[in-house]
């Protein structure tokens, strides 16, 4: 067997099939979407064992907190080449303008994955939930990438992660992404969930600004049984600062910095016929945005006032402290509205008793 031969057999042999595929894609959109999704599936498994890869080599130079960068970029150009996606990307000097920060953008569907892989800035890294690390390939790469995990069966561990996550982002100078809806949200209309208010928690006890990022409505683009090419809006907003803010101050924090994703996100959308008015929506979002029971996982359950108070703040106080003097030690007990989902998690608002 000659030298041409020995490879080019292997690939008439795997083109075949892909051939298949396409041809039968072109006759079924069903098929396509299957087809497609399973490509986009292929591309994430081979940026993880990527990820791995460069962890390591990253890890060994100093640079963990580059890792998340590198591996992004290489699955956007990935995945981005293979789906026919693009993006159009406004404000992206807001991204480094400063540290440590919470960057927040809104969740639509797996496919937001793509469109983080094209933003995601240098020192940076992700909050997860503790489950994904024993996922094979994928957990061993959020680890070493030096991804923030939290074990939603155990409160005060929970805890204990986002205490330590806020005193690391602010000795290492980095980002921490965080997805503030809790849950998907892919429409027809544009629109945005409640924020869950764990971030912006987050932001004031670590003085760290929030940098909103928005991904145009793509609906038109992917939903169930549809998946096809195109250009999407992206828009990185100005950071809002938390200086001299306090757990006070949360709820219209949150408030505010949905409101601007909101308004842009609603301006950078295709107009969808039939649609509500903007002001008509915003009024009843409370009410038929809100997640049910079945579409929700609680992340923290309540703890008895004695986990959370004062006296019982102190076996958490060595790694939580960039917290100020308001934060979890103001309050009894933990709120319950957590939402998981595609390893994204959110911390519900400490509440007062």
């Known amino acids: 067997m000659s030298l041409v031969s020995f490879f080019l057999k292997p690939v008439a042999y795997l083109s075949l099939p892909i051939f298949v595929l396409h ?3 072109k006759q079924s959109p069903m098929i396509r979407y299957y087809v ?3 490509l986009y599936l292929s591309t994430l498994g081979l940026a993880s064992a990527w990820g791995v890869i460069v962890s390591i080599g990253m890890t060994l130079i100093g640079r963990r907190f580059d890792i998340n ?3 992004a970029r290489s699955f956007h150009f990935l995945a981005g080449n293979a789906m026919g996606i693009k993006f159009q990307l406004e404000g992206e000097e807001h991204l480094d303008s400063v540290r440590p920060a919470i960057l927040v953008g809104n969740h639509q569907s797996m496919l937001d994955i793509l469109y983080l892989g094209r933003i995601l800035p240098k020192r940076s890294s992700i909050l997860a939930k503790k489950e994904l690390l024993w996922t094979p390939i994928l957990g061993q790469f959020m680890l070493l990438s030096g991804a923030v995990f939290v074990d939603r069966g155990n409160s005060k561990k929970a805890l204990q992660s986002l205490a330590a996550a806020g005193a690391t982002m602010n ?3 980095t980002a921490i992404w965080i997805f503030p809806e809790g849950t998907r949200t892919n429409q027809e209309a ?4 409640p924020f869950k208010k764990g971030a912006f928690h987050l932001a004031v006890q670590a003085g760290a600004p929030v940098i909103p990022v928005v991904c145009e409505n793509y609906w038109k683009l992917y ?3 549809v998946f096809e090419p195109g250009t999407l809006k992206l828009r990185v907003l100005p950071p809002i600062p938390t200086t001299g803010l306090t ?3 949360v709820n219209d924090l949150a408030t505010r910095t949905r409101e601007q994703m909101l308004a842009v996100l609603r301006e950078i959308s295709s107009a969808v016929p039939g649609s509500t008015k903007p002001s008509e929506e915003a009024a009843d979002t409370s009410k038929s945005q809100t997640p049910t029971p079945s579409e929700t996982t609680p992340l923290l359950a309540k703890v008895d006032s004695s986990e959370g108070s004062v006296s019982g703040a102190g076996e958490r106080s060595e790694s939580a402290t960039f917290v100020r003097k308001q ?3 103001e309050t009894s007990s933990v709120g319950n509205e957590t939402e998981e989902d595609e390893g994204m998690i959110l911390v519900g608002r400490p509440s007062s008793s």
């Open 223 to 225: 939903r169930k049984g």
């Open 69 to 71: 960068y590198i591996v």
């Open 190 to 193: 544009p629109d945005l969930l």
């Open 247 to 249: 757990a006070a101050d």
């Open 23 to 25: 041809s039968l894609s």
């Open 171 to 173: 000795e290492q100078q």
């Open 327 to 329: 934060d979890w030690s």
């Open 36 to 38: 497609r999704v399973a």
